[in-house]
């Protein structure tokens, strides 16, 4: 299939697992970026990467799954060909976030890709392999696996430069599937670069950093980054970006009156937050026993999950529950939680309640 719509896509596979299409690629002779989009509630998710691809004039081809199979679909191999076909001898740079950076992680034989980059992913979907993982359990329930998770990793040749928050327990968990978190260069080609405080979704705020963008723009430029020098600038990175320092103060033994400084700056100059990250500063708050502050950004965080999902997450709740308890009281979390109705009340948040909060 080879079909041009809006917006400059040439369509080159569409199938009913996955789609992709390509922007730019028809200029120009360096390096193609080749993005897996990430996870989606509802599937199609929205392709990886075009905002920061297109703009720059960066040649990309853009891979969506229609279902969450982490690629795990006969028609993925059909694709590696059409691609390499496509994009002729140039350089395939595979890219991509939590499900999307397992594609960019397993699949660079598959592509002949020269360099990957991979932010939060995971080494195994499998049930049996990844038990320790509780993460998207339907969805990983229903995936065919094309191939041996961990056997297929270590064979893969091109470096794939991976972004993880080794204090994330759950991407910590996947990657010590396949290594030690301490070893920074692993089989596989695999070179980590940690990124302390950043969470699971570590891909917005590696962006707002701006200290990924230079290594994109350089890769496609055909020079790929030496992965021993780009990991000292990562290691502070938490301090640039308001959620992974939130994220840091609240794990913090002593906040110091520079860290305070920062922390106030980074909540005069930002005008959003996502739920955790009003949770994260509602427990700084707590630290610098200020209870007011503390209940505001709490109160806030229960007001940004409703707008994001819906619903009260497990974690949000029992978040606003050890707020509530600490600054008002244990009347106060027994006036909020009782009246919820059962779609906020998950099993997890209950059993919190009553063995955290009415004791």
């Not at 970026?33 to 720059?56: D, E, I, K, M, Y």
């Not at 496509?86 to 598959?110: F, Q």
């Not at 590696?206 to 990924?212: E, P, V």
């Not at 009281?329 to 906020?344: F, M, Q």
């Amino acid at each position: 299939m080879n079909v041009t719509s809006g917006g400059g896509r040439t369509y080159i596979f569409d199938c009913e697992t996955l789609f992709a299409f390509a922007v730019g690629t028809e200029m120009g002779d360096g390096p193609v970026f080749l993005t897996f989009a990430p996870w989606a509630a509802q599937p199609p998710s929205q392709p990886w990467g075009l905002n920061f691809f297109v703009p720059r004039s960066i040649p990309v081809i853009a891979v969506v799954g229609k279902q969450n199979h982490w690629w795990h679909t006969a028609a993925i191999w059909q694709l590696a060909d059409v691609v390499r076909k496509h994009v002729a001898s140039r350089p395939l740079i595979l890219y991509g976030t939590s499900l999307g950076a397992y594609g960019a992680l397993h699949l660079r034989n598959a592509f002949d890709a020269a360099y990957g980059f991979a932010i939060a992913p995971q080494v195994s979907v499998s049930p049996e392999v990844a038990s320790g993982d509780g993460r998207w359990l339907k969805d990983r329930a229903l995936i065919e696996l094309q191939f041996d998770e961990l056997s297929n990793l270590r064979m893969q040749r091109a470096t794939c430069c991976v972004f993880l928050d080794p204090f994330d327990a759950s991407d910590r968990y996947q990657y010590e599937l396949h290594s030690p978190i301490d070893k920074l260069d692993s089989p596989g080609g695999i070179a980590l670069v940690p990124i302390p405080h950043f969470t699971h979704g570590a891909a917005i705020h590696l962006a707002r950093s701006k200290l990924i963008a230079p290594l994109l723009v350089e890769a496609a430029r055909g020079r790929f980054p030496d992965v021993s020098e780009v990991r000292p600038q990562f290691g502070e990175a938490y301090k640039l970006v308001p959620k992974p320092f939130f994220n840091y103060l609240r794990r913090s033994e002593k906040i110091l009156e520079r860290d305070v400084a920062l922390f106030r700056q980074h909540l005069d100059a930002s005008t959003t937050f996502d739920y955790e990250a009003a949770y994260m500063a509602s427990e700084v708050f707590l630290k610098l026993e200020d209870r007011h502050e503390a209940m505001k950004w709490s109160d806030r965080s229960i007001v940004r999950v409703l707008e994001q999902y819906g619903r009260i997450s497990s974690d949000a709740a029992c978040k606003h529950l050890r707020t509530l308890k600490r600054a008002r009281g244990i009347e106060a979390a027994r006036a909020w939680w009782e009246p919820l109705d059962n779609v906020h009340k998950s099993a997890a948040a209950e059993a919190f309640y009553r063995k955290y909060i009415i004791v």
